[in-house]
């Protein structure tokens, strides 16, 4: 025994410091030490402010994380410079151990780093995607009395008498809200201008107290709002009617053909965690979404649950960012 002792440690210490190194790393993306994880409460970063679609899909999932992975997980609101902040956070200065999760989307993963020319992170070589989580759509929405229109033929006729344009209200520059107004403004040949705010919350809060007349919101966020009569539906920008909204037409449905957006989300981690630990919060994640509690929550948001494999999301990641560069340098947007 003491032999076998001496042996042993006269092959670790003959180790090269490279070789060691990688033994560590290899014992780190075993699945034993998978099993150890999560050994300390988990973080999950949402780069929005409470009350939105992103933080409602948020709380959904950290709750039910918390119950299948027995450890407690904390949503952390990290809003403001269009997702930048939130992302940059988990890019930059959380371990790549599992530890800290982001509830990345496709304006903080691909809108963003498209409109801006410094984003303390890179989208697709900072983070290792786990998952989709869920994916929902938006609504132009206007204030009752601010704005005389019931219909999106009326408020083109307003936005056409007003010189400047129509204000609109946008959670942030480089926001989908923010870009699918926009090309809204293009399909319909109106001009609309820009009110920008930090985060959804504050923007909708403006928007029913009639400071400003509309915005494009994403349905979870409008729909009490809508249903509470303090915003009128207008259209929706999907590419047909949707459940909650069953009476409100599309845009295309409204005269303008071809025109749609929706925006997802999706869980990702620092790149360099350990697979064995990726591929268990992926387990975790398809416990959490296919809970039909879960799902009847986001549902009645008017969020669609879904979960993907790591590799779809990549996918879908790299697809939009294909998609929405083109898009973003048409229409000459841009930001500093």
Known sequence: MKTTLRLMKAALAALP???????IAGSLASPAFA????????SLVVPAPPGGGTDILGRALAQK?????GQPVIVENKPGASGMIGAGHVARQAPADGHTI???ALG???LTPNMYAKVP?????????VSMSGRFDFVLVAHPRALPASNLAELIEVARREPRGLDYASPGP???????SELLARKTGVKLAAIQYKGGAPAVQDVIAGHVPMMVLDVPTALPHIKGGKLRAIAVLSEKRIGQLPDVPTVAESGHPGFHASTWQGIVVRAGTPPAIIARLAAAHAQAVSDPAVREKLAAAGIEAIHTTSAEFSEVIRADHAKWSEVIKAAGLSAE
């Open 174 to 180: 480089g926001t989908v809200h923010h870009l699918a």
């Open 17 to 23: 410091a490279a070789a060691f190194a990688l033994l």
């Open 35 to 42: 099993q150890a994880w999560p050994s300390r409460p988990i």
């Open 65 to 69: 994380f918390a119950e299948v992975l």
């Open 121 to 129: 992170f890179n989208a697709r070589s900072d983070f290792a995607p």
């Open 108 to 110: 903080s993963l691909v």
């Open 102 to 104: 982001l509830l990345g």
